[in-house]
T-cell receptor
């Protein structure tokens, strides 16, 4: 089985722009979660989607949004980027017992 | 509220030494899951173990072993005969399936294995 894939792997954006990140889960997994990882805050949960519905949400401003498609692929969008949004964004797909992570997208906001 | 504390931010040991990574958790639920993940320099989080709150048996997998003690709310991870390839950041995590089932991570412990 192919693992979790995330695109793009690296991204540089300017303050005020918006960005969309993509995640393709492992085939058959219907749950996709997103995390933000920064040196200061560590790994923080953004949200989880299951069968196209947001099931859980972390404590992030409304500038962070996501969606899931019928094929379980998920996208995460950040609008009006701020310098503090620079981070590694990790996506994970989940079966009953384990959560498998993708390689992440490293976003740099300048 | 759920919380995971990894008090050791960084550890350095010489190859072949044993090393234990500490994890203390807080939860109000009786049903919960504990995890350990490894993050090598490549960045991808690698799943190591999942343990449910009703199974306090220690687990051993090769050079890795885990000690789960509910009395002290700890889930410690020991690497025996460490190797350079074990150098990574290790994360302990917790989820409460009867609440919101989010996985909450500790801040991680950066482990350096020196040759």
């Amino acid at each position: 089985k192919a693992g979790v894939t995330q695109t793009p792997r690296y991204l540089i954006k300017t303050r005020g722009q918006q960005v969309t990140l993509s995640c393709s889960p492992i085939s058959g997994h219907r749950s996709v979660s997103w995390y933000q990882q920064t040196p200061g805050q560590g790994l923080q949960f953004l949200f989880e989607y299951f069968s196209e519905t947001q099931r859980n949400k972390g404590n992030f401003p409304g500038r962070f949004s996501g969606r899931q498609f019928s094929n379980s692929r998920s996208e995460m969008n950040v609008s009006t980027l701020e310098l503090g949004d620079s981070a590694l964004y990790l996506c994970a797909s989940r079966d009953t017992y384990e959560q498998y992570f993708g390689p992440g997208t490293r976003l740099t906001v300048t | 509220a759920q919380k995971v504390t990894q008090a050791q931010t960084e550890i350095s040991v010489v190859e072949k030494e044993d090393v234990t990574l500490d994890c203390v958790y807080e939860t109000r639920d009786t049903t919960y899951y504990l995890f350990w993940y490894k993050q090598p320099p490549s960045g991808e989080l690698v799943f190591l173990i999942r343990r449910n709150s009703f199974d306090e048996q220690n687990e051993i997998s090769g050079r890795y072993s885990w000690n789960f003690q509910k009395s002290t709310s700890s889930f410690n991870f020991t690497i025996t005969a460490s190797q350079v390839v074990d150098s990574a950041v290790y994360f302990c995590a917790l989820s409460e399936p009867n609440r919101d089932d989010k996985i909450i991570f500790g801040k991680g412990t950066r482990l350096h294995i020196l040759p």
